[in-house]
């Protein structure tokens, strides 16, 4: 049983380029989170998706950044004209639907963007 | 007031010895408390997850949850080397909101 899966593992971009981070959920999960963790501070939420659906951004930042989780395929977090400010390695996690309003939470290997 | 909160660390224990983490959060509405461990690099790995008052032991690790306090602990016995990492606190009502975190180094 595959974990959650994301691609790719080390990103780099210039400044002003755009960046596509990729995350597939565990099999049978159906909620996908992304958290983003600057260097030598805590990890912060900023999206909940669930299929077509985006159920929470409140910890996105309004300008540059967007999520998706499409019927078919990953869930994709895009950055456009990055700036240095946002190297950082982004976790996706997933969960299933809990029965009791429990959501364990799995992480992936992370996203580590670097903007040069 | 920060909504999850750790003991700031590090912490240093020695092989064989308990190390204790301690957590409070702000909002008396939480359903869901986990712990995390991190190792230097890598991704958060769930290692306790607890929903109701009391104690709930996997192993050499124990969390330890009061929701009248709004603490939650983690304990870990015996402990070991590979122990050593960073372990976070989180809390949930959807979304996960993490402490800061605490270093653990476990020496031999």
């Known amino acids: 049983n595959a974990g959650v899966m994301q691609n790719p593992r080390h990103l780099v971009r210039r400044r ?63 950055i456009q004209q990055v700036v240095r400010g946002d190297s950082a390695a982004y976790f996706c996690a997933s969960s299933p639907i809990g029965l009791a309003g429990e959501y364990e939470q799995y992480f992936g290997p992370g996203t580590r963007l670097t903007v040069t | 007031q920060k909504e ?40 958060p790995e769930l290692i306790m997850s607890i929903y109701s008052n009391g104690d709930k032991e996997d192993g050499r690790f124990t969390a330890q949850l009061n929701k009248a306090s709004q603490y939650v602990s983690l304990l870990i016995r015996d402990s070991q080397p590979s122990d050593s990492a960073t372990y976070l606190c989180a809390v949930n009502k959807a979304e996960l909101t993490f402490g800061q975190g605490t270093i653990l180094t476990v020496h031999p």
């Open chain 1, 16 to 78: 002003g380029q755009e960046a596509r981070l990729r995350c597939s959920p565990m099999k049978g999960h159906s909620h996908v989170y992304w958290y983003r963790q600057l260097p030598e501070e805590g990890l912060k939420f900023m999206v909940y998706l669930q299929k077509e659906n985006i159920i929470d951004e409140s910890g996105m930042p309004k300008e540059r950044f967007s999520a998706e989780f499409p019927k078919e395929g990953p869930s994709i977090l895009r």
């Open chain 2, 4 to 43: 999850v909160e750790q003991n700031s660390g590090p912490l240093s224990v020695p092989e064989g010895a308990i190390a204790s983490l301690n957590c409070t959060y702000s909002d008396r509405g939480s359903q869901s408390f986990f712990w995390y461990r991190q190792y230097s690099g890598k991704s």
